[in-house]
């Protein structure tokens, strides 16, 4: 038995097990990730993030599993929650750092607190357009992008979605009423469709106004979550792409809300969000 120091925290409802590799030696993750991320027979959580040493021109390093245990390139709601624990932990004290991600440095900043939350502000870098980059077969091959607006045949039935990568790629479709969508039937045949190589997140979106978008999302290997901060910016960039969003929008998730804004090309996307410390504890494994 090993007996591991853990913090449980979420951002916007997207809920995290944070493990500490600077302070404490950990075991191998991959056996334990999705024990310590089962409801029932662990702690609970949608990713499990781990604090790691960083190497070339990052501060840290954000590992990130799944609940069902594989590692995945970035979460974007688990960025700030990373920030808010290494600032509360004493890990810095700086108001922005560099996190290395799989999917390159992400940048959040300190932007205060708010009653028990925190809000961080997250540099997440500009949306990947290029079909081979996200990946998907879907929109022309070779082409920049962007994916807009592309039939999807699943089952039984013709969807007309767009795909955007924030660092891990996402599939949106546009649906009349988000609360009354069968999220739970489309969302992982979606995930599991041939046309994106490495699996999806899927958004399911409905749009209030030009500043207001609802949104509800199905997370690959961990099926649907209070939010989804990356799918959020993929959402928004989408949504700005195809002329029905202002470059600042107001994202409505399960859990919470979130400020995107983009100035469109090679800008970067910021996004603009709570973080909350919920308890801390220890689990055997």
């Known amino acids: 038995m090993t007996t591991l120091r853990f913090t449980k925290m979420h951002g916007a409802g997207n809920d995290f097990v944070v493990l500490d590799g600077i302070r404490d030696e950990l075991p191998p993750l991959e056996p334990i990730a999705a024990l310590l991320a089962d409801r029932h027979l662990g ?5 499990l993030l781990v604090v790691r040493e960083a190497g070339g021109d990052a501060d840290f390093r954000m590992q990130i599993f799944n609940a069902d245990g594989g590692q995945v390139e970035m979460c974007a709601n688990g960025i700030r929650a990373f920030f808010k624990y290494l600032r509360d932990t004493g890990h810095t004290t700086a108001d922005e750092v560099r996190v290395e991600t799989l999917s390159g440095v992400v940048v959040p900043r ?5 009653g028990r939350d925190a809000h961080v502000v997250v540099e997440m870098g500009p949306p990947v357009l290029a079909p081979a980059k996200i990946p998907t077969t879907l929109g022309e091959p070779g082409s920049e992008g962007p994916v807009l607006d592309v039939p999807l045949r699943v089952l039984g039935e013709t969807l007309t979605v767009s795909s955007v990568s924030m660092g891990n790629p996402h599939c949106i479709t546009l649906v009349d009423d988000v609360d009354a969508f069968p999220v739970e039937r489309f969302g992982p045949a979606i995930e599991e469709h041939p046309a994106f190589p490495n699996r999806v997140n899927v958004e399911f979106v409905e749009v209030v106004g ?13 099926g649907e979550t209070l939010a989804c901060g ?4 993929a959402v928004a960039a989408s949504a700005m792409l195809r002329g029905i969003a202002d470059r600042e929008v107001r994202i409505a998730l399960r ?5 995107i804004a983009w100035e469109g090309g090679d800008a970067s ?10 308890y801390t504890g220890e689990v055997e494994v």
Do not use: K, N, Y
């Open 210 to 222: 030009r500043g207001h978008l609802r949104q509800r999302t199905w997370e690959r290997g961990t």
């Open 255 to 259: 859990g919470g809300d979130l400020q």
């Open 43 to 47: 702690v609970g959580c949608d990713q």
């Open 269 to 278: 996307i910021f996004m603009t969000g709570p973080a909350t410390t919920v």
């Open 110 to 114: 300190w932007s205060g607190r708010r």
């Open 230 to 233: 990356s799918g959020a910016c």
